[in-house]
């Protein structure tokens, strides 16, 4: 779970729906190992395309040459938008009727038997900051054992703060005059960028007529423009969890 990220859900929707404009050579991830590029071999339809990311071999361990089908979608809840990824059947050489490319050498793929994200403004931000709920259940090309559950927790919340600074200096540059961000943005050749404006005209005209902001069990207290705060944590799988009664 991540609360109270400073970044507006549209640009943080902008970064799945023009993945191929990240110029990963500008952006360092720490903990990670390096992300060479992402391309989108085919889109299907505004809100579904390929999307392919190879990552640089990691020492002894192979890199990744993997493509996930990526699909985003407006929730019944105003503002809401679920982004859904899943990676077609491992050893496949096509999917949905387009062919894929064969991973690179010292390159296997990565399988996302399936991911979720919940993506909503930040409670009383007005689309300043966002809050975003994480699901992912996958297959890498490493060992589990090498990746322990205590380690992906500590790792993760690591990496969820040392990641947000290269994510918001890379949505700053979204905004510059030249931006392709931009430009993809103001054509909206595929409609994308008009609905996700109008459902969240939706959810702040339903905010103003009930005179307050959403409330949320599972929300922080809003983040100040003085002085972003957010949080993020990790819930264990159902399975993991200890039983009580």
């Not at 640009?11 to 903990?31: G, N, Q, R, T, Y």
């Not at 809100?47 to 890199?63: A, E, I, K, S, Y």
């Not at 390159?107 to 994480?134: Q, W």
């Not at 702040?204 to 944590?233: C, D, H, K, M, N």
Request: proline content about 11%; aromatic content about 8%; glycine content about 8%.
């Amino acid at each position: 779970r991540l609360r109270g990220v400073p970044i507006p859900l549209e640009s943080a929707l902008a970064l799945f729906h023009e993945i191929d404009l990240i110029e990963m050579e500008k952006v360092h991830f720490p903990l990670l190992p390096k992300i060479e590029r992402f391309r989108v071999p085919h889109r299907f339809a505004a809100n579904d395309f390929l999307m392919r990311n190879c990552v640089q071999p990691w020492g002894p361990f192979p890199g990744a040459d993997s493509v996930h089908n990526l699909q985003l979608f407006a929730l019944p809840q105003r503002g809401e938008v679920m982004v859904w990824i899943q990676s077609p059947p491992e050893g496949a050489t096509e999917f949905r009727g387009v062919a894929l490319p064969p991973p690179g050498p010292r390159r296997k793929r990565n399988i996302i038997h399936g991911a979720t994200m919940v993506l909503r403004p930040t409670p009383g931000s007005e689309d300043t900051h966002h809050d975003t709920d994480f699901f992912m259940k996958a297959k890498l090309p490493i060992p589990s054992w090498v990746i322990p559950g205590p380690l992906v927790r500590w790792a993760g919340a690591t990496f969820a703060r040392k990641v947000i600074g290269p994510v918001e200096a890379l949505v700053a540059s979204m905004g510059a005059e030249e931006s392709p961000f931009r430009e993809r943005a103001a054509a909206d050749a595929d409609g994308f960028y008009g609905g996700v404006r109008a459902q969240l005209r939706q959810l702040y005209l339903a905010v103003a007529q009930r005179g307050a902001a959403p409330e949320r069990r599972t929300s922080a207290a809003p983040a100040t423009a003085e002085r972003p705060t957010w949080t993020f944590s990790i819930l264990k799988p159902p399975s993991q969890r200890r039983r009580r009664g």
